[in-house]
């Protein structure tokens, strides 16, 4: 069914955006949904991805942003740069310490936003599982009845591997002053100020 548990969580990283913040790399941007949302707010947004099919779409779809098709564990990022570094359910695509590249790439002040996915299940997400069934079961009925059948291009997918508090251990040791927090729907988001 068609719920997307990443778009669910865009307004919550739209809340969490700084203050005065003008320039944002979208990494992992695949069809470029939140990328545009970025720009939509007045971001000069880079928006990677190494999928040369999802970033045609993102393309196509326009809305602001600079598509790029882009390995972020091989591409040379500007230093000290973006003032928001954004990170879609994509970090488990790539070693967990790329987060020291994209650390080096946010400008003094910036702000590293990382919705991730996880391995494992714990209380959390078996309570989840209820709301899950009804919000895919929601949006499904509401394309129906708009008549919108037709479903999205979705980006390549990729179990992740790594453990909540494996997670939060490395996040600690890599990002010293980050914060993990647990979301429903399997999501953990991540979030670091660099001083």
Request: proline share 8%.
């Amino acid at each position: 069914m068609p719920f997307d548990h990443n778009d669910h969580y865009h307004p919550l990283l739209l809340r969490s955006l700084p203050p005065g913040s003008r320039t944002a790399l979208d990494i992992g941007c695949g069809t470029g949904r939140f990328a545009r949302r970025l720009a939509a707010r007045g971001y000069e947004v880079d928006a990677l991805d190494p999928s040369a099919e999802v970033i045609a779409e993102a393309r196509a779809a326009g809305g602001g942003p600079r598509y790029r098709r882009a390995d972020v564990t091989k591409e040379d990022l500007p230093a000290a740069h973006y003032d928001v570094i954004t990170c879609l359910a994509s970090l488990h695509h790539m070693p967990f310490d790329t987060v020291t590249r994209l650390r080096a790439a946010l400008a003094p002040g910036g702000t590293l936003l990382v919705l991730g996915c996880y391995a494992g299940m714990t209380w959390w997400d078996i309570a989840a599982s209820p709301a899950n069934v009804v919000a895919r079961a929601t949006v499904y009925v509401s394309e129906r009845l708009r008549g919108d059948h037709t479903p999205p291009l979705k980006a390549p997918v990729r179990r992740p591997d790594m453990r909540l508090p494996d997670i939060r251990t490395e996040a600690a040791r890599l990002l010293p002053g980050s914060r993990v927090r647990q979301l429903l729907f399997w999501r953990y988001l991540l979030s670091y100020e660099k001083a």
